[in-house]
């Protein structure tokens, strides 16, 4: 595993925590139609996507005419019963939209209706990222964050195709996964580390296709972007409402560009680069985090150059030697993994402060707790699958797949660029998706689309997982008139409900229709 697995649901939930320039008013839309009222003007929307989505057979009217059955929702495993005033339903979905009478399968979806039903605005969808992260899960822990937004829309959750209750890609087993993770070296240094670095790769992929074959080449971004639209049908907003978190904004900006005409009011926080290629995103990881640990570094008075070589040097000795925690040992590479949990927001250094003296001392239970929450690994040793998904989504994004010998030739470069994160970085671009079962589906994603409604793209300067850069790019790529860029000088992987000038823009966009002038920045 490596830093961008469950590199997104982590800045808003568990142990992290997650003044404004000049504004251009713009008027409030009204009301959508009820939930589960599909209108004419809902249908007539439908039919104005680019030439992408014209190029497939219409969708059959039994799946856009359906109507959810809303019930009380169950607990998840493990965790706790969402509250009464939320409700679950499924959508169907076909497998693949090239052939969208064949094989269908069912798309979780959660909802608490808007407070004020008079000033109600429509639905507003949310994904939290990952890939992976289950927004059926996710979306009612934070309800007291999007509390204000609730009073005038729907707020809808929903767990994409292959993963959680959509038809959730599984590929190891508890015990495999704790197996591999035991003795998993992300940054070999050997021909033997290396072979069995690849080889868990492969393994990895062959038990998905075991468990998940038929659903594998079809978890693809796009494919998630056109349920949306089906479930915004099916939910009867005439315009897509949508909120979308890292991934999420891959997924936002995957939509805008295949239904522009469907686009109500986006907002992208905490942004991918939609130019980046697998080593693009990889390596902006490697900046990312590194200049996170630099600033982590100079807030406790450490020189980072100093701060940087300490930690490495930890990091050599436990590749040497891990240290024992009970039954269990801490890796180098679970070592690292603490480390970067601790990154994605300010309000958690204290926590690296405190596991990096202890693991000075030779414990390592609080680096290990940081790399278990990190992983999904609960007390009992049972993992979520969340890594599962994302697995399965990003090969099928990514067409590329880079040897061993190319992610050793970005070696110097990336531990230039990071002496702590670098080498693992560079490493899992080979890894990630070596010898993956299906091909995958381009280098980068597309975000272009012309004519839609403006778009806001928030990103934040200190963002360790998805540079601050990705949002520029993405403001670019939506094109003139449509990516909104609003800069947040701060740390952490998202803005909203940490930044209050952020929060409130955020909010003006999406309860009144107020968009920012481009270039407006919160500190």
Same mark, same amino acid.
């Given at each position: 595993?490596?830093?961008?697995?469950?590199?997104? #649901? /982590?800045?808003?939930?568990?142990?992290?925590?997650?003044?404004?320039?000049?504004?251009?008013?713009?008027?409030?839309?009204?009301?959508?139609?009820?939930?589960?009222? *599909?209108?004419?003007?809902?249908?007539?929307?439908?039919?104005?996507?680019?030439? &992408?989505?014209?190029?497939? @057979?219409?969708?059959?009217? *039994?799946?856009?005419?359906?109507? %959810?059955?809303?019930?009380?929702? %169950?607990?998840?495993?493990?965790?706790?019963?969402?509250?009464?005033? +939320?409700?679950?339903?499924?959508?169907?979905? @076909?497998?693949?939209?090239?052939?969208?009478?064949?094989?269908?399968? @069912?798309?979780?979806?959660?909802?608490?209706?808007?407070?004020?039903?008079?000033?109600?605005?429509?639905?507003?969808?949310?994904?939290?990222?990952?890939?992976? !992260?289950?927004?059926?899960?996710?979306?009612?822990?934070?309800?007291?964050?999007? $509390?204000?937004?609730?009073?005038?829309?729907?707020? #809808?959750?929903?767990?994409?195709?292959?993963?959680?209750?959509?038809? !959730? #890609?599984?590929?190891? &087993?508890?015990?495999?996964?704790?197996?591999?993770?035991?003795?998993?070296?992300?940054?070999?240094?050997?021909?033997?580390?290396?072979?069995?670095?690849?080889? =868990?790769?492969?393994?990895?992929?062959?038990?998905?296709?075991?468990?998940?074959? *038929?659903?594998?080449?079809?978890?693809?971004?796009?494919?998630?972007?056109?349920?949306? =639209?089906?479930?915004?049908?099916?939910?009867?907003?005439?315009?897509?409402?949508?909120?979308?978190?890292?991934?999420?904004?891959?997924?936002?900006?995957?939509?805008?560009?295949?239904?522009?005409?469907?686009?109500?009011?986006?907002? /992208?926080?905490?942004?991918?680069?939609?130019?980046?290629?697998?080593?693009?995103?990889?390596?902006?990881?490697?900046?990312?985090?590194?200049?996170?640990?630099?600033?982590?570094?100079?807030?406790?008075?450490?020189?980072?150059?100093?701060?940087?070589?300490?930690?490495?040097?930890?990091?050599?000795?436990?590749?040497?030697?891990?240290?024992?925690?009970?039954?269990?040992?801490?890796?180098?590479?679970?070592?690292?993994?603490?480390?970067?949990?601790?990154?994605?927001?300010?309000?958690?250094?204290?926590?690296?402060?405190?596991?990096?003296?202890?693991?000075?001392? !030779?414990?390592?239970?609080?680096?290990?707790?940081?790399?278990?929450?990190?992983?999904?690994?609960?007390?009992?040793?049972?993992?979520?699958?969340?890594?599962?998904?994302?697995?399965?989504?990003?090969?099928?994004?990514?067409?590329?797949?880079?040897?061993?010998?190319?992610?050793?030739?970005?070696?110097?470069?990336?531990?230039?660029?990071?002496?702590?994160?670098?080498?693992?970085?560079? +490493?899992?671009?080979?890894?990630?998706?070596?010898?993956? *079962?299906?091909?995958?589906? $381009?280098?980068?994603?597309?975000?272009?689309?012309?004519?839609?409604? %403006?778009? /806001?793209?928030?990103?934040?300067?200190?963002?360790?997982?998805?540079?601050?850069?990705?949002?520029?790019?993405?403001?670019?790529?939506?094109?003139?008139?449509?990516?909104?860029?609003?800069?947040?000088?701060?740390?952490?992987?998202?803005?909203?409900?940490?930044?209050?000038?952020?929060?409130?823009?955020?909010?003006?966009? /999406?309860?009144?229709?107020?968009?920012?002038?481009?270039?407006?920045?919160?500190?």
């Amino acid at each position: 595993m490596s830093i961008r697995v469950r590199m997104t #649901v /982590l800045a808003v939930t568990g142990v992290l925590v997650a003044g404004c320039t000049s504004t251009e008013g713009g008027d409030a839309k009204p009301p959508a139609t009820a939930p589960g009222s *599909p209108s004419s003007s809902a249908t007539a929307a439908a039919a104005t996507p680019t030439a &992408t989505a014209k190029a497939l @057979p219409p969708i059959p009217g *039994p799946l856009t005419g359906q109507r %959810p059955t809303w019930k009380r929702c %169950p607990a998840p495993e493990g965790g706790q019963k969402p509250g009464a005033q +939320w409700r679950c339903a499924t959508v169907t979905v @076909p497998v693949d939209y090239a052939k969208p009478g064949g094989a269908t399968l @069912p798309v979780a979806l959660i909802r608490k209706e808007a407070t004020d039903e008079r000033g109600r605005i429509g639905s507003l969808l949310f994904n939290f990222g990952g890939p992976g !992260g289950s927004g059926v899960e996710t979306l009612p822990q934070l309800e007291d964050e999007y $509390r204000k937004l609730g009073e005038r829309y729907d707020l #809808v959750g929903f767990d994409p195709r292959g993963v959680g209750r959509s038809a !959730g #890609v599984v590929c190891r &087993t508890d015990a495999e996964q704790a197996a591999a993770e035991a003795v998993a070296d992300l940054t070999p240094d050997s021909a033997a580390e290396e072979a069995a670095y690849l080889k =868990d790769s492969a393994d990895f992929g062959a038990g998905c296709a075991r468990r998940s074959a *038929p659903l594998l080449p079809h978890t693809t971004t796009t494919a998630t972007a056109r349920d949306m =639209d089906l479930i915004r049908q099916v939910l009867g907003d005439e315009k897509l409402h949508y909120f979308g978190i890292s991934y999420g904004t891959q997924l936002g900006g995957t939509y805008a560009h295949l239904f522009p005409g469907n686009v109500g009011r986006l907002v /992208l926080d905490a942004v991918v680069d939609p130019t980046a290629d697998s080593v693009g995103h990889a390596r902006h990881q490697t900046v990312g985090f590194q200049r996170a640990l630099d600033n982590y570094l100079k807030s406790t008075g450490q020189d980072p150059k100093a701060g940087t070589e300490r930690i490495s040097g930890l990091l050599r000795k436990l590749d040497r030697a891990p240290l024992t925690v009970g039954e269990r040992r801490l890796t180098e590479s679970l070592a690292l993994t603490g480390i970067a949990v601790t990154l994605y927001g300010e309000a958690n250094w204290p926590l690296l402060t405190e596991a990096l003296a202890e693991a000075e001392q !030779g414990r390592g239970g609080a680096l290990l707790q940081l790399a278990d929450f990190y992983n999904d690994r609960d007390e009992k040793g049972r993992y979520s699958t969340q890594s599962h998904s994302q697995r399965a989504i990003s090969c099928a994004d990514s067409s590329e797949r880079p040897t061993a010998a190319q992610a050793k030739a970005l070696l110097p470069e990336f531990r230039r660029l990071s002496p702590v994160f670098g080498a693992m970085l560079a +490493w899992d671009t080979a890894g990630w998706c070596a010898d993956w *079962p299906v091909k995958g589906e $381009r280098a980068t994603p597309e975000a272009s689309a012309p004519g839609a409604a %403006p778009v /806001l793209v928030v990103g934040t300067t200190g963002d360790p997982a998805t540079p601050y850069e990705g949002a520029e790019k993405m403001a670019k790529e939506l094109g003139d008139g449509v990516g909104v860029l609003l800069t947040n000088k701060g740390e952490g992987h998202g803005a909203y409900g940490t930044s209050a000038c952020v929060t409130r823009t955020v909010d003006a966009y /999406l309860l009144k229709g107020t968009v920012p002038k481009y270039g407006t920045t919160c500190s």
